[in-house]
Each structure stands twice: as structure tokens, then as C-alpha cells.
């Protein structure tokens, strides 16, 4: 691409490619062979260039779900999954993965990012892109950097020091260029005092140590200086066509404040982008065709995917005996709980796609069960948040144009002659079309009530607003928007609601419009909801259900809004009442399981009370089948904690988000997560690594660091499956280094490696330990540094229980191994290992294990 001669375009012409052609799209140039390139917000899903429930998507666990498991390969196979959705969709630049930081339990996009460890992080974030970019479609590594809370996002100007960016926040990013993605956004936020857009880290480490030769991308609308930002190494600007940018960048190339030379570098880059993504010279590829919906594609397709990943990523938080339920032995289940039938698959915000289909977990495990099984269904009290105003749809409402179940759509001119018109499926429209002549968009329905009594409606947006029933206005007025957040303005409006009576079986005519005005978005959400049902009487049919049957399924979690971009959560329990339903209803009945629907850490007073407790994350469109094949034991739940929790937030040792007159300091510095704990000598209610799955382990032997040809180690643990059922176990492998002369965390994460075994099988774990584990970064010398001595290497389960130990001394001599290096989770072929150097000896407890010739545990032989 760099052989290319200088693109034929003026100063003019090269400037306006640099800006977006509208909110997803760049700029076309024909004299280039360029065409538009689409954008499309991920990593849940690919919701494409329009926002509407006429263009569904393969809808993902989350990113927490998917840092849970723990497994590249699996990461992998599901960014190939996105990176087909994006061609089927004509998206060429995904806007995925989230690679910040679980610094704070409260941050409100908790559920986005992959963990609170950066190695982790790391790991996760460089699978996900080499899957999406095999499809030849673009990652976006988001957003570059310490955008790790929501609170005052546009403008918090966030205070770390350079040694806590190079080792935790910046670690990540790194980790996706050395993979090779393609596209980083530039963040919203500040850091030590400088807008992202305008920060000298884009040019270096990004540009210039790490070589990133793609797009920084700005996120949507960040991008609020002109030469700062073109001079800061920032490539593009979106959305467009406005901005900064465009003539009054001209103009300040012009007068001298932005070389040229920056203006030809971005515009190469963007070509090249394009180039990759196949959006330069020669036809467009045809778009991936949509997922055939063949009789085993289910099993096999795009849902078989969906589900195995959503399992697998399941985390067994507690079981005494309560799982996995034996169907023959049931002759009744209480499902409890409004998200049994109601789930929440996805946080809020940007990253919100409208989904294929949803299986709940009330049709999981209805699906699943033998019809002998009798199911209850009882939704318990409405959880606080819930229940409220949610987009009229299907169940309450029917075109009154076409009679179709969901809504009808009007976009009228300022004489409200009608310029389109289209059926939806709900009152949610975030991006209607929007032809020439716009004024007003209408929504409009009849309502078929169920309930008698007094329902809530409502209607999201800004500028002016007005609602009718059966004629007769109910709200009118005029609402400016409060803030400039786009996931505000652009994607959850605040709802302005009406309390109106309704009876039961009289159908109503309701009918919403807003004006459309510049700066107000192009949002509507038209909501209903009905009366609440009484609070005590709904908690005493749960406990009578729960009671009568053989075992009881609790679903609770999070609601609507609760972990969503734009804000951050100010508490940890779960909404009321629902720790008094889950308490009510172990009293009646011990054999309960408890499954907690949540994107991020929640309190779970009861833990220790409850047969089972099994965290379901946000689980995508496939949680239903999912839960129904763990509860009922067909696959174990597969997944481990990628970040600490803790038994109350008071416990939590980092939870700040909210900025002092504008500042956050990250005064932690490099003890977050699980080394914060570590570092205050307390207990969480759950390590990093937590997960109990469905058998048990023993970890028996480590062997000595084998040194690598690229100045890594490979670490060999021994342990043995001692439970019953074949299963699955991440070994994690920490370093620590007490005596440094440098401030470390206690210990911290080098590596890890997964294993499977059958009952009482004995397996080798083979953990690669990268140089980087053993380095800090000098600010002084402006390097990596390996400090000489020794380290001490632990490993085990979790970040707390780490029972093997061995040395690993830097300043001792170790040739690397002769033989080739294994694969990472399979033993070498018997007879064909190399045995370690002595430069380190195995350990367990404290004391040391019984060795053979060269330090090499018998264990391996």
C-alpha cells in the first residue's frame, strides 16, 4: 500500500475524506477507486448502518461473558461469527472490542470490557480481533485509553501515572496491534489534563513504538479541536459531514498550523484501511448471505455457537448439591422471578442490537424438561426499575394501519403531508429514514389493555412532544436536551410519561409525534406499562410455588438501564425486593438455585444459604437453551470469574468514579482488582478465577520455569481430576516479587493455560510466562526493564488460591530448550520432552516437592 503513488487529490479534496460522510459512512472518491466504508457499533452484536427492528443481529454474551471463558480459541471463533455478520450486513469497520478496565465494580459499561486483569484483557481483546479481521472486516480496539468509568465521560480528565498506563491500561491496546487490528478509537475522556483526540499517545506508543500503521478513529463526536487533534496523530473524525475539521482544517494547513505531510499521512492511512477491507479499486464484494435456517442449525449454525459460548462462559459461584438437577428425579419445578421470563441478553447503550430471537429461560428449560415434569411460573414482585415503561410492542399493540401486532411509523413534512410510512414491530425507533422535508415523526397504535386500571405511558425524546388517547391529548411540551452524551440523546432518551385509566378488553387509539430539530437527536420511543400487580400477594404465590415443588429456579438480576453506557451504578444490590424473594423462598424450599442475570458484580447476601448460585452474565439470544443444558447437567458451566467480587461494595477496595471538580485520579495505581485485595489482606466474596464447574480438583506439582527462545518460560502443572464428571479447569500462574526494589502488586498474573480430564485422570498444564510478566516499565529510561533476582511463581485455581509454588531466578544462566515448544493446553508426546534447566525448583506449600535429575518433577514421567 505504501508503494501506491501520492493519491491525485488536492489539499481540498484529501481533507474531506478525513471527516465521515454521515453518522456511519465515510466519504467515497471516485478518482481513488474509493468507496464508502460503513461503520457499525459491536461487540454484542452487528447492528449495521441503520438502527431498527427490521435488521436483526446474531446477538453475543457479553464481554464479561466472554472474558469468563477464558478461551481463545472460542473468543476466536466468535469474532469469525461478527466478522461474517458484518458482511452479511455491508459493514466494513466493527466498532469492537472494548479493551478498558474493570477498575470500579460501579462502572456502568462493567459488562463491555473483558476483565479487570490486563493480561487477560489482552489475551481476550487480540482472539476476538483475529477472528472478526479473518472475515476481512476491520476491529476497532476501543476506547484508547483509561475510559474505564462512565461518570462525566466527555470531558473527566482522568490522572494516572505512566508507569500504572504502560502495565495496566495501555497493555491491552498494545496487545491489538501486536495481533495487527486495523482501526483504534481515540476516547471521549482526558488523560492527565488532554483530550484523547488531542493526546500525544496517539502518536507514541501507538504510532510510533507499537508501529500501528491503521486508522485512529475518533469516537462518535469527541473530536472537538482542529489543529490540536490533526497534529495529535488523530486520522479520522466521525460522525459527519459537520466537525471540526474540513475547511477550517484547510485553513489551518494553510496558515502553517498543520502540515501537509500529517494531511497525506492520515489520508494513506484511511486508503489503506480501505484497501484491507476491500472498499478500494474493483468491485465490492458480495455481501455473506444471512445464516440458512436449516433443521440442525440450531445445534450446528450460528445459535449452536451462541449457545455453547453462553454456557461455557456460565460461572458456578456456589453448589452444595444443587446442581446439575436430575430430570427423572423432578416432578416439578418452580421457575421463579421476573427475568425467567423476561431476561435482560444485553447492557444499554451503543453497543444494544436487536437480536434474531430470544430464548428465554422459562422456554429453556420448558424445551428441555420431559413433559412429565410439571413447570409453575411465578414472576414474583416486580424488581424496582422494572415493569416500568418498556416500547409498546407485540403483546398490547396493533398497527391501525395494517392490524399487524406492533406499531406504525410516519414521517410527515411541516404541512403533514406523510413522507414514508412503515410498520415496526415496537414503539423503539432510535434511527428512522428520514427523507427530505422531515418535520415530524409519528408513532401510532391501538392498545389492547389486559389489565384494568391505571397504566403509565410514555414518550422518549427531545424538542416537542405530544400524546394522545383515543384523541384526547395526555402530554404536550417542549424538552430540550439536558446533556450532549450521544448515548443519551441518541439512544435512551429520558421517557415523559402520562398516567391514564384503561380497562381491560376496550382497545385505545395512542398516537405520539415529536418535531424533529436540530440538536435533538432522531430517537422516539413510544412506552406503556401496565398497572403493577400487588407486591405481597405476587411474593406469596412465589413462596407457595417454590414450596409445592421439587426444586425451585430463581432468576434475578439487573435491570434496564441499570449497567448501560452513559452512567454509573451508585450501589451493588440487586434491586428490591428481590433479595427478599430469593431469601423467601429458600426458607420453603433448600433445594433452590438461584441464577443471577447481571453483566457485571452484584451482591448476593444469601451466597451461602441457596443450594447453587450460577452467574448467567449477560447472556445473548441463546440464554435460555444455554441455562437449560447446564441446570440439567448436559454441559458443565464452564466459566471462571475474570474479575473480583466483592461481598458488599464497601468492600471493595478501588470504586471511585466520579470526578472531582472534573478530576479522577487513579490514586490505586497499579493495585486494582485482585491485587488490591492482596494488597489490603482482605477476602472478596469471590477471587478472580472463581468458578466451580461440576468436579473437583487437585493441584499436585509444578515443575521448574523452562526458558523460551523468545525469553519467556513455559511453567508444567500437575493436577488431577478428583471428582466424578469429566470437566474443564483454568490454571492460572502468578508472579511475585517481595523484596523489589520497585512498587509491585503482591503478586499479578503471568499466564494461564486450560486443561481437560476425565474422572481421576492426571493432566500437565503448560503455561506460558512472556517476558513482559517479568518486566516493569523505567518512566527514567523509557524501557522495559527486568529487574535481577528472583521471583516467586505460584499456581493454582484462583488469584487466592494458588497452592504450587517454584523460583524463578533472573540473574541465574538458562539455555532454552532444545526440542520445539508444545502446545499451550496439550502435554508433549510421551518420550519427547526436554527437562528444564536448573534455574528453578518446585515448590508446594512452602516446602519442596520430591524432584527428579534436573529439577523435573517424576510426576511428568
Given amino acids: 500500500m505504501d508503494r501506491r503513488p501520492e493519491p491525485p487529490l488536492d489539499l481540498r479534496a484529501a481533507i474531506r475524506l478525513l471527516t465521515g460522510a454521515d453518522t ?60 461474517g455478520e458484518a458482511r452479511r450486513t455491508g459493514v466494513h469497520v466493527l466498532l469492537a472490542p472494548t479493551l478498558n478496565l474493570h477498575r470500579s465494580p460501579l462502572a456502568g459499561r462493567h459488562f463491555e470490557c473483558f476483565s479487570e486483569d490486563p493480561l487477560l484483557a489482552a489475551r481476550t481483546g487480540a482472539a476476538l480481533i483475529r477472528g472478526i479481521q479473518s472475515r476481512g472486516v476491520a476491529a476497532t480496539a476501543k476506547h484508547y485509553v483509561a475510559n474505564d468509568s462512565e461518570t462525566e465521560r466527555l470531558t473527566v480528565d482522568v490522572r494516572v501515572g505512566e508507569r500504572v ?29 488532554q483530550a484523547m483526540t488531542e493526546s500525544p499517545l496517539l502518536a507514541d506508543p501507538l504510532k510510533e513504538e507499537w508501529g500501528f500503521d491503521g486508522v485512529v478513529v475518533s469516537d462518535w463526536g469527541a473530536g472537538r479541536s ?19 475539521w474540513g475547511e477550517a482544517l484547510l485553513d489551518a494547513v494553510e496558515r502553517g498550523l498543520v502540515p501537509a505531510a500529517a494531511v497525506r499521512d492520515k489520508v494513506r492511512r484511511v486508503l489503506r484501511l480501505a484497501e484491507r477491507v476491500a472498499a478500494l479499486d474493483g468491485p465490492a464484494p458480495a455481501a455473506d448471505p444471512p445464516p440458512g435456517p436449516g433443521a440442525d442449525e440450531e445445534e450446528t449454525g450460528v445459535r449452536g455457537l451462541l449457545r455453547a459460548a453462553a454456557a461455557a462462559g456460565f460461572v458456578l459461584l456456589e453448589n452444595r448439591g444443587g446442581l446439575p438437577l436430575e430430570p427423572r428425579a423432578l416432578a416439578g ?33 420448558r424445551a428441555a424438561l420431559p413433559p412429565q415434569v410439571r413447570i409453575v411460573y ?65 408513532l401510532a397504535a391501538v392498545l389492547h389493555p389486559d389489565t384494568t386500571g391505571t397504566w403509565t405511558l410514555g414518550l422518549g425524546g427531545f424538542g416537542t412532544l405530544g400524546l394522545t388517547v383515543a384523541g384526547a391529548p395526555v402530554l404536550a411540551g417542549e424538552f430540550p436536551p439536558e446533556t450532549d452524551d450521544p448515548a443519551v440523546v441518541h439512544v435512551r432518551p429520558p421517557q415523559h410519561t402520562a398516567r391514564v385509566h384503561l380497562t381491560a378488553g376496550r382497545p385505545v387509539e395512542v398516537r405520539a409525534r415529536r418535531r424533529l430539530a436540530p440538536g435533538t437527536g432522531r430517537a422516539t420511543v413510544l412506552t406503556a406499562a401496565a398497572p403493577a400487580p400487588d407486591r405481597a400477594e405476587s411474593l406469596a404465590a412465589a413462596v407457595a410455588a417454590a414450596r409445592a415443588a421439587d426444586v425451585a429456579v430463581v432468576c434475578v438480576g439487573t435491570t434496564d438501564g441499570a449497567e448501560s453506557e452513559g452512567h454509573d451504578r451508585l450501589a451493588l ?23 443471577v442475570n447481571a453483566g457485571g458484580p452484584v451482591e448476593l447476601p444469601w451466597r451461602a444459604e441457596a443450594a447453587a448460585v450460577l452467574l448467567t452474565w449477560f447472556p445473548g439470544q441463546e440464554a435460555g437453551h444455554a441455562l437449560a443444558d447446564v441446570l440439567l447437567g448436559r454441559t458443565e458451566p464452564g466459566g471462571r470469574l475474570p474479575t473480583t467480587w466483592a461481598a458488599t461494595l464497601t468492600d471493595a477496595p478501588v470504586r471511585t468514579t466520579r470526578p472531582t471538580a472534573g478530576v479522577l485520579p487513579y490514586e490505586e495505581g497499579l493495585h486494582i482488582g485482585y491485587r488490591a485485595w492482596l494488597r489490603e489482606g482482605t477476602a472478596p466474596a469471590y477471587w478472580f478465577g472463581h468458578g466451580l464447574g461440576y468436579t473437583s480438583w487437585g493441584y499436585e506439582a509444578v515443575g521448574a520455569p523452562r526458558p523460551q527462545a523468545d525469553g519467556g518460560y513455559e511453567m508444567p502443572v500437575v493436577l488431577r481430576n478428583t471428582g466424578s464428571r469429566s470437566g474443564r479447569q483454568v490454571v492460572q500462574v502468578h508472579l511475585s516479587r517481595p523484596d523489589s526494589a520497585v512498587d509491585r502488586p503482591v ?7 486450560a486443561v481437560r480430564a476425565a474422572p481421576g485422570e492426571r493432566v500437565t498444564a503448560y503455561v506460558r510466562i512472556p517476558a513482559r510478566a517479568l518486566q516493569h516499565w523505567s518512566p527514567a529510561a523509557r524501557a522495559w526493564v527486568t529487574e535481577p533476582g528472583r521471583f516467586t511463581v505460584r499456581a493454582g485455581p484462583t488469584a487466592g488460591e494458588l497452592p504450587l509454588r517454584a523460583r524463578l531466578d533472573t540473574t541465574e544462566p538458562c539455555a532454552p530448550p532444545a526440542a520445539p515448544r508444545f502446545p499451550l493446553d496439550s502435554p508433549a508426546p510421551a518420550g519427547n520432552r526436554t527437562p528444564p534447566p536448573v534455574c528453578g525448583t518446585g515448590e508446594r506449600f512452602g516446602t519442596r516437592t520430591k524432584t527428579g535429575e534436573h529439577g523435573w518433577d517424576p510426576l511428568h514421567e
Fill in 378 to 442: 411465578e414472576p414474583g414482585p416486580a424488581p424496582e426499575g422494572a415493569g416500568g415503561p418498556a416500547p409498546l410492542g407485540v403483546r398490547h399493540a396493533r398497527d391501525p394501519q395494517s392490524g399487524a401486532p406492533g406499531v406504525r411509523l410516519r414521517v410527515l413534512d411541516a404541512a403533514g403531508g406523510v413522507l414514508h410510512s412503515v410498520h415496526q414491530p415496537s414503539g423503539r425507533v432510535p434511527e428512522p429514514e428520514l427523507p427530505p422535508g422531515a418535520h415530524t415523526v409519528e
Fill in 226 to 244: 482542529t489543529a490540536a487533534s490533526a497534529v495529535a496523530a488523530q486520522d479520522l473524525l466521525m460522525p459527519g459531514p459537520g466537525g471540526p
Fill in 165 to 193: 498506563l504502560r502495565e495496566l491500561y495501555l497493555a491491552p491496546f498494545e496487545a491489538a496491534v501486536r495481533a495487527g487490528v486495523w482501526v483504534v478509537m481515540s476516547a471521549y475522556n482526558q488523560v492527565n489534563g
Fill in 747 to 753: 503478586r499479578w498474573l503471568a499466564g494461564w493455560s
Fill in 333 to 365: 419445578v418452580a421457575v421463579i422471578g421476573a427475568h425467567a421470563d423476561d431476561p435482560r441478553v444485553q447492557g444499554g447503550g451503543s453497543s444494544e442490537v436487536f437480536p434474531h430471537a430470544v430464548v428465554t429461560p422459562l422456554a429453556g428449560l
Fill in 573 to 595: 444490590r440487586l434491586p428490591a425486593p428481590q433479595d427478599e424473594l430469593v431469601r423467601q423462598v429458600i426458607r420453603v424450599q433448600p433445594r433452590t438455585v438461584v441464577v
Fill in 24 to 83: 456511519w459512512r465515510t466519504h467515497a472518491e471516485p478518482a481513488l477507486g474509493l468507496r464508502e466504508m460503513v461503520f457499525s457499533d459491536g461487540p454484542a452484536g452487528v447492528r449495521g448502518p441503520g438502527w431498527d427492528e427490521a435488521t436483526t443481529s446474531a446477538l453475543l454474551p457479553s464481554a464479561s461473558a466472554l472474558g469468563a471463558l477464558w478461551d481463545e480459541d472460542r473468543v476466536r471463533r466468535l469474532g469469525e461469527l461478527l466478522g
